[in-house]
Nanobody, 123 residues
């Protein structure tokens, strides 16, 4: 499975961005997926996860109510709608495919990772 994230950019606080993660292979349709983010010098942070069929979602506390994760299995694509962006959201964002049908907050539970897409939010 190969993952390609896109949609990052530089925006002002309060703006919105939509990240996409295109997956090759069938694992993304049968497995949970997630978004993580990382700032240089810090540990990778869980952002949101979604079950294989989109029926279950979990969000990190810092993004709850502002971000929405979704997936389109027909297009093998994962999305992250980010609203009310804050400077603290600045990071490299990574998508990942879980080892199981459900997502997790733990990075070790993910088997495949894509290259990141940079999001920069200025105040």
């Amino acid at each position: 499975v190969q993952l390609q994230a896109s949609g990052g950019g530089s925006v002002q606080a309060g703006s919105s961005l939509r990240l996409s993660c295109a997956a090759s292979g069938r694992a993304s349709s049968n497995n949970g997926m997630a978004w993580f983010r990382q700032v240089p010098g810090k540990e990778r942070e869980f952002v949101a996860s979604i079950s294989w069929n989109g029926g279950s979602t979990v969000y990190g506390d810092s993004v709850k109510g502002r971000f929405t994760i979704s997936k389109d299995n027909a297009k093998s694509t994962l999305y992250l709608q980010m609203n009310s962006l804050e400077p603290e959201d600045t990071a490299e964002y990574y998508c990942a495919v879980a080892r199981s049908a459900y997502g997790s907050r733990l990075s070790g539970d993910y088997r495949y990772w894509g290259k990141g897409t940079q999001v920069t939010v200025s105040s």
